[in-house]
C-alpha cells in the first residue's frame, strides 16, 4: 500500500494518519495526556450532584457546530465531556446529527475515551426490554450519512473490531457488581430512520445476526476509530422492534417509558465506570 498520509488540525497540533496509523504530531500540547472521557447521550449526567467543576463550552469545528454545547466537568476525579446526541430536548433527527462535528469536537477538547448511551430494539428473544448490552460488532443499514473524516484522501481503517475491549469489560464488570442485567456482546444494525422498521426488515436484521438495532452508532463508532479514540456503546434495550409475535409493535412512547425506567441504572453504570479507566494505552488508539 502506499504511504498515504492526511492531517486533521485540532487547534493545539495536528493528527497525523499513515495507511490507517494513528499518530499525534503535537505543537502546543498533547491531547493525549491523561484520561478524559466522553459522554454521548448521558442525560442527566451533568447534574451538579454528580458532576463537579461544570462549565459549559460551544465548541466549533471545521465540520460545523456538534449537536449540542459540551458540559466539561468531573465525575469522581475523573476529567469528563458530556454531549447531547440528538441536542437538550431531543430537536435533532438521526440523519440530522452531525456526527463528525460530535466525535471532532470530543477530540479537540481532548477524549481519550467514549461511552456512549443508546435506546435500542431487541432482535432477540433473550434480550429483554430493560437490558443492557455491551456490544462488540455492527452492521451498517445507513444510507445518507457521510461516514469518515477522509473525504480528500483515500484511508482505509481497520474495523474488525470496531468496538474498545477494554471498556466493554469494564462495564461487564461494573454491571455485575450493581446486579443489573446485561449481555457482555452482540451485534447492532444501525437503520438509517427516522422511521421504525417493517416486519419485513426486523426479521431479514435477524437471519443477518443482528441482536438489537439502533439509529445512532453509525457512523458514531467509525469515527471515533479514525480518530484513535476507545469508543464502546452501552445499549438499552425498551422493545422488541415488531419482529415479535404477540408484542406491540415498537412506539416513541414505548421507547421513552423504558428509557425512563433505565436511567437510573445507566447512570450508576457510567459513575461505577468512570472511575475504573485507567488504560492510556489501547488498540483503539493505533
Known sequence: MDDERVKLDFGGG????????????????????GIKVGIIGGSGMDDPRLMKNIKEKRAKTPYGNPSSPLTIGKINGVDTVVLARHGKGHSIYPTGVNFRANIY?????????????????????????????????????????????????????PMSQ?????????????????KLRHHKEG???????????????????????????????????????????CYQTIAMSTDYDCWKEGEEPVTWDMILSIMKKNTDNVRRLLLNTIAKIKNTECGCMT
Open 162 to 178: 470496531p468496538f474498545c475491549k477494554e471498556l466493554r469489560s469494564l462495564l461487564s464488570a461494573s454491571a455485575k457488581e450493581l
Open 105 to 157: 469536537a470530543l477530540k479537540k477538547e481532548g477524549c481519550t475515551h467514549i461511552l456512549a448511551t443508546t435506546a435500542v430494539g431487541s432482535l432477540r428473544e433473550k434480550i429483554k426490554p430493560g437490558d443492557l448490552v455491551f456490544v462488540d460488532q455492527f452492521i451498517d443499514f445507513t444510507k445518507h450519512r457521510p461516514l469518515t473524516f477522509h473525504d480528500e484522501k483515500v484511508i482505509h481503517t
Open 187 to 229: 451485534t447492532v444494525i444501525t437503520i438509517e430512520g427516522p422511521r421504525f422498521s417493517t416486519k419485513a426488515e426486523s426479521h431479514m436484521f435477524r437471519s443477518w445476526g443482528a441482536d438489537v438495532i439502533n439509529m445512532s452508532t453509525v457512523p458514531e463508532v467509525i469515527l471515533a476509530r479514525e480518530l484513535g479514540i
Open 14 to 33: 495536528y493528527y497525523l494518519f499513515c495507511n490507517s496509523t494513528f499518530f499525534h504530531e503535537g505543537t502546543k500540547g498533547d491531547f493525549m495526556q
